[in-house]
Every structure is written in C-alpha cells, then in structure tokens.
C-alpha cells in the first residue's frame, strides 16, 4: 500500500477498528516497525501478524492470506522461497515483454519506465500498450485496457486473454505457500475468490478439496450480498475458518476503504474469535 505503517495506525485508530491485520504482499517487514512502542501505540486495538502470498493455480495467479503465524520463522521461509518486490518486478518484465513481442503486441521498451522498488511493471506496460489502438483487438475485456487492476486480474493473470503471461516461476506454489504459513504457526485463507477471472471461483471446490486450506475470505470491499453467502456457507458446510478484510492499499485502491471497504464492509469480531 502507498501508507507508512505509522500512517496506517493512524488511520485505523481514526476509523475505531478494535483488530487489524497487515497483510501486505510477500513481506513481513511492517512488523519490525512495530517493535517501536512509539508506533505500536498509535492504535489501541489488536494487531494479528498476517501476510498475502502470491502464488498459481492451474497458471492463473491468485493469493493465498496467512495470519497468526510467528514472524521469525515465517521471515526464514520467505527469504529461501519468495522473491523480493524489486526482484519479482524485473523478472516479471522480462517476462511480459517477451510474451507481448512473441504475440505481436506493438510497443516501445524505451517508453515502459518503472521504478522496480516500489512501482508495478505491469502499470508501466498497460500504460504503454494502451496508446496503440492496434493493440485493442488482444484485450480480452475492452474495460481491461482503463484500469490496471483490470488489466492484471482480466488480462496478465487470465489464461484466456490473449494478454496472459504464465508468471508461475516467480511465486512459490498453491501447496507450498499453505505449507509455509502452517509451518510458520499460522491459518491460511484462499483470498477474495470473486476478485480473480470467473476460472478461480469454478474451481473453488476442487481448490478447497484438494489443498489443506483453513478458511476462505468470505467478506471483502467488491463482493456482493450473495457472494458473501455463498463463501460463508461453504465454511459453515465443512467446518472451516472464516476471514474478511477491505483489501486496503492507501491511495493505490480506490473504494477499498479501512475497515468499511466501499462503505458496507462490516466484519464481525466473532468470525475472529
């Protein structure tokens, strides 16, 4: 997300949330902020340790939430199995530009310019691809070229867009990624099903009865009545956890509010305890 942690207590102390996870991509490093009691004290409520690992089902890329873990442990297995956010970045490039020349996508390298610190290669391509009107014919969702978050889940991540790049090699797998957070002490949620292409919400049972998953995020910012429903029924079925979060990145989400989501978030401590 675009807040410091200190921003992030901040905020959620403003908003009155009682428990907050941060769960950011593929690192722990927010946590040794919290060994500062002059920022662990700027919110009064309950931390949980947690953490969004990427990984891949079937080609597609999904994540996997971990919480409850211990940090020390869980920080050895990310540092033996999963790639920093610069590295990820430069070989996920590599990996795009090869695709989209093999395919015939039109674009400049010269013009694709991020910083693999901090910025997303994949914002810097759509960026670039998008001022060619040649291009639009690979677009598999027309409204997929306007936002990059469109283009990621209904393009880059989709293995029936023409745009889709196979980017397994950079994450750990489905199976070890659950194995990491298990070993580390923790629960593991497969998170925001509906969020991905349709793919992932049809293979939610086969995922489900095939990976020692705890739990499924049943309440998130852009599911619908029904599709929280459905997610906390399957729970209650088969007796597995259940978890929610509004996915919040600062500046970088928009409507992915702290603790409301788009305004109608409302995840009950009882799922918690």
Known sequence: GSFSVRE??????????????????????????????DIRNLFSGIIIPGIEITTTYKGETIEVLGYGFNLGVMQQFLSENVLNFEQKQLKEYELIKNQYKKIGVKFDENNIQFNPKKESCRVAFVNEIKKYPENNKFFLYKES??????????EVYNPKSPLYVDESSLFPSLEKSIEMIHQSGGVAFLAHTFAYSPNIANELLN????????????????????????????????KMFMSGGSDFHGTRKINHNLGTGSGNLNIDEKIIK
């Open 8 to 37: 992030l207590l901040e905020e959620a102390e403003k908003t009155g949330l009682s428990l907050l996870s941060i769960t950011d991509h593929n690192t722990i490093q927010a946590y040794l902020e919290l060994d500062n009691s």
């Open 145 to 154: 070229i306007n936002t990059a978050s469109g283009f990621t889940r209904n």
């Open 207 to 238: 995922i489900i009865n095939n990976y020692e998953l705890d739990g499924l995020e049943c309440f998130y910012t852009t599911f619908t009545d029904e599709q929280s429903d459905y997610l906390v029924q399957l729970c209650e079925e088969r």
